[in-house]
């Protein structure tokens, strides 16, 4: 069956733009997790959701990034105002539940540059 | 709070030597541990995880990991190398007891495999 995805798979875009990072998670999976990988780092979560809502967003840096998941399946990270330092590799992983034991299958990721 | 420390960001073996990548933890409360393979321009891919159920753990591909609460590691292991086992490999931390299985990653052990 098809795995989680993540559209686009490469952005560019400039300092002070939005930017909005689409997954698609894996049919029938409510768990819904967002990571941030930086260069030569392990990935770093940011929020999960748990259905529809966002169940912790601890991981968030600031208020310029936002998540969503409207319908409780696919989910859009959003973050305004891009800086910099914001160029990192967004992955998105997903799992049946959010269990201690349930799996996360990761996307392939969408790379993330800012100018 | 938890991490997890690995021991090395290289690693290099010949093809049919044995594997020992290093990870040490450190958790306020039992935790579940994990390794994930990441292959280039490939999403993360879970090689086993260690629940509790037993201290030895065996993935895929081979691999296999011990937990040792005394010495608090969980070293990955592979009796023998093969070239498409290059790649980045990270030790991984989640709370347990409903803490959302929010993953908690090291900064990952490049795995060299040499003819």
């Known amino acids: 069956g098809a795995g989680v995805s993540q559209t686009p798979s490469n952005k560019v875009t400039e300092k002070g733009k939005y930017v909005e990072l689409r997954c698609d998670p894996i049919?029938?999976?409510?768990?819904l997790y967002w990571y941030r990988q930086s260069l030569g780092q392990g990935p770093e979560f940011l929020i999960y959701f748990q259905g529809t809502g966002a169940a912790d967003d601890s991981g968030l840096p600031n208020d310029r990034f936002f998540a969503v998941r409207p319908e409780g399946s696919v989910s859009t990270l959003k973050i305004q105002r891009t800086e910099r330092g914001d160029s990192a590799v967004y992955l998105c992983?997903?799992?049946?539940?959010?269990?201690?034991?349930?799996?996360?299958?990761f996307g392939p990721g969408t790379r993330l540059t800012v100018l | 709070a938890q991490s997890v420390t690995q021991l090395d960001s290289h690693v290099s073996v010949s093809e049919g030597t044995p594997v020992l990548l290093r990870c040490n933890y450190s958790?306020?409360?039992?935790?579940?541990l994990f390794w994930y393979v990441q292959h280039p321009n490939k999403g993360l891919q879970l090689l086993l995880k260690y629940t509790s159920a037993a201290t030895l753990v065996k993935g895929i591909n081979g691999f296999e990991a011990e937990f040792k609460k005394s010495e608090t590691s969980f070293h990955l292991t592979k009796p023998s190398a093969h070239m498409s086992d290059a790649a980045e490999y990270f030790c991984?931390?989640?709370?347990?007891?409903?803490?959302?299985?929010?993953?908690?990653f090291g900064t990952g052990t490049q795995l060299k495999v040499e003819l």
């Open positions: 958790s306020s409360y039992s935790p579940s």
């Open positions: 991984v931390v989640s709370p347990r007891a409903g803490g959302g299985n929010k993953l908690t």
């Open positions: 049919s029938g999976h409510t768990a």
């Open positions: 992983a997903s799992s049946l539940s959010s269990g201690d034991f349930d799996e996360q299958f």
